[in-house]
């Protein structure tokens, strides 16, 4: 158990777990980011970005002060969860869960990555509803959104598969270049109409008071 509370949040789907982003799994998960297993094409929005750093040092390095950044910044309106996508007891991607506005508003954004080896085979829409689930029946969201390129058919396929509805369009930067992207939304009635019944969750409790949540 971490003294961080949350390191040991649990969401578990019969497909996959999700885990707290130790930094023991870190180091499990560093040679895929290494590899350069967790680009993609087409690829994401620059955040920025550490996926596309050519040196697989700097890579590394870059990926993991961002998620140390995400774990020490947090206040009850701006926080990021950071999620290793565990399957069969082998870490394969990360998720991300965004909390901007939470406590005013209780919206939240996902961001997620998976290696290239495991793509394709239903795993994305898998670890979105976990996150999903714990964004919901966790912490008491009120709608979730999210956002990915034009061309992004993997992200965008997820978000119709699971109910979001079109929300817009807005322009980011991809590589550096400008980048029409498509916006979605998923409000919690719709959420509620769809839910799944074989998602369990532990160690929220005490997450939501480290993130200093009132309750919704």
């Known amino acids: 158990m971490s003294l961080y509370p949350p390191l040991n949040v649990r969401i578990v789907t019969p497909r996959l777990e999700l885990h707290g982003a130790s930094d023991e799994l870190l180091e499990r998960l560093a040679p895929l980011v290494r590899a350069g297993k967790a680009d993609s094409d087409p690829a994401p929005y620059d955040d920025p970005f550490w996926a596309y750093e050519p040196d697989p040092d700097v890579r590394v390095n870059k990926w993991l002060q961002g998620i140390w950044r995400g774990r020490g910044t947090v206040t009850p309106d701006r926080w990021r969860l950071h999620f290793v996508v565990m399957v069969d007891g082998e870490p394969v991607g990360m998720q991300d869960l965004i909390g901007g506005e939470f406590d005013t508003f209780g919206t939240v954004e996902t961001f997620s990555w998976l290696s290239s080896d495991v793509r394709s085979n239903g795993l994305g829409t898998e ?88 309750r919704r």
Request: charged fraction near 25%; aromatic fraction near 6%.
């Open 127 to 214: 670890m979105r509803s976990a996150i999903l689930h714990l964004a919901f029946e966790g912490l008491g969201a009120s709608e979730a959104g999210s956002e990915a390129g034009m061309g992004n058919v993997g992200s965008n396929g997820v978000s119709e598969r699971l109910g979001y509805e079109r929300n817009g369009t807005s322009w980011a930067t991809c590589d550096g270049k400008p980048d029409l992207g498509q916006r979605w939304r998923l409000l919690r009635a719709v959420w509620e109409a769809n839910r799944r019944d074989d998602i369990s969750m532990s160690g929220i409790d005490e997450c939501r008071a480290t993130l200093g949540l009132s």
